[in-house]
Structures are given as C-alpha cells and as structure tokens.
C-alpha cells in the first residue's frame, strides 16, 4: 500500500496569511493525488484533481503542486472559512489512502 | 441538483451486520458514468476509503476491509448500498457516500452528508 504523510499535523494563522501544506507519497504516484478540505459535521469538499487542478467553484487562492512523492497545497491568502482540516489522497493505486490531516487553525 | 442521502442504522451491536443505502437523486447511476462509494471518518480520525461501485457491478474494495465489505447498486432505485459484517467497536464513525469523478475509482466530487454508525451493546 502506499502510505501518505502530511505535515504539518496542525498549523496556527492568520486571515490573510499565506499558508502551504505539504503530502508525502511512500512511492511515487505521478499526478494522481487529491486534496479535501473537511468541517466538522459537513462533507469533504474536493479541491483539486490532480494535484493541480483545481475544482470548478473552488476559489484560486487554493493551488496545488508536485509529482512522484513530494505535493503541496497553497493557500494565498487565508479567509475565514478557510480553517479546516485539509486531507490529501493518492489515486494512483489500490487502497486510496488518505493523508491523516493538517488542522488549519485561527492564530 | 445531485444529492445523495445515506440511511440505514445508526446503532449496530457488536457481531452484527451493518446495511447502509445511498439514495441518489439528480442523476442516474446507469447513465452517469461515474462510480460510486464510501469513505468513513472514526471519531478523531482521518478518513478511510471503503470501496466504490460502478454501476456495472464493478467493484473495488480496500484490501484492509475486502473480506467483510459488500458494495452493490440497485439500479432501479437509483441507490448503492453498503453492507460490513463482524462489527466491531473500532468500526464506529461516521460513513459517507459519494460520487467519483468520472473515470476515477477513489476520488469523490460530490458527497452525502454522512451518516453515524456507533458499534455497542
């Protein structure tokens, strides 16, 4: 299986600030890696797939970056409803896993 | 508008059998051309991909569940239901279907709200 390792686990900031998350493959999974953004009691919204691309409606402060094992996700300019927890996941191969999650919180 | 509604119980006893359906409307599943699956999320965990289904009958489970896990689709209900045997507390969390993007197995552009699942007796 491939694992994947999100850092970091937790981050602080601040509206505004600009804040990157990065996603670890075990092996290399090319392109084919997804990332959520999920509130407590609400479903995952799907942010980008693959790795760069963003989803229709997502806002362009969201961008995404990376192949074979390294990834990050960008936000520019964080909006209140930004704070969440981001999830990435490989779609390269069988199980999909997810990452264990980076809570983005209000400093 | 797609929705998707999961129902079924939301207290299982340990053992037992869980049955979970996804009601889709807004779309079909014949015709939509995407898959169709279930993600879970125990408390204070992550997320945890459990298989998706086309609507075929194609199925494909994550190995850590395959022998417990039953995915299928009832096409004339437009529903795709989730079945897990031998229930055990650490299957408590919330379940969610969705639809994937098409011509991809795991990757979900639309869900349900989610539904809890507590394992106890």
């Known amino acids: 299986d491939i694992q994947m390792t999100q850092s970091p686990s937790s981050v602080s900031a601040s509206v505004g600030d600009r804040v990157t998350i990065t996603c670890r493959a075990s092996r290399g999974i090319s392109g084919w890696l997804a990332w959520y953004q999920k509130k407590p009691g609400k479903a995952p919204k799907l942010l980008l797939y693959?790795?760069?691309t963003l989803q229709s409606g997502v806002p362009s402060r969201f961008s995404g970056s990376g192949s074979g094992t390294d990834f990050t996700l960008t936000i520019s300019s964080l909006q209140p409803e930004d704070f969440a927890t981001y999830y990435c996941q490989q779609a390269n191969s069988f199980p999909y896993n997810f990452g264990r999650g980076t809570k983005l919180e209000i400093k | 508008q797609l929705q998707l509604q999961e129902s079924g119980a939301g207290l299982v006893e340990p053992s037992e059998t869980l049955s979970l359906t996804c009601t889709i409307s807004g779309d079909s599943i014949v015709s939509s051309g995407h898959n169709w699956g279930w993600v879970r999320q125990a408390p204070g965990k992550g997320l945890e991909w459990i298989g998706s289904?086309?609507?075929?009958?194609?199925?494909y489970y994550n190995p850590s569940l395959k022998s417990r896990v039953t995915i299928s689709v009832d096409t004339s209900k437009n529903q795709v239901s989730l079945k897990m045997t031998s229930m055990t507390a650490a299957d408590t969390a919330v379940y969610l279907c969705g639809r994937t993007i098409r011509g991809v197995v795991g990757v979900f552009d639309i869900w349900g709200q989610g539904t809890v699942v507590s394992v106890s007796s």
């Open positions: 289904i086309y609507h075929s009958g194609s199925t």
């Open positions: 693959p790795a760069s």
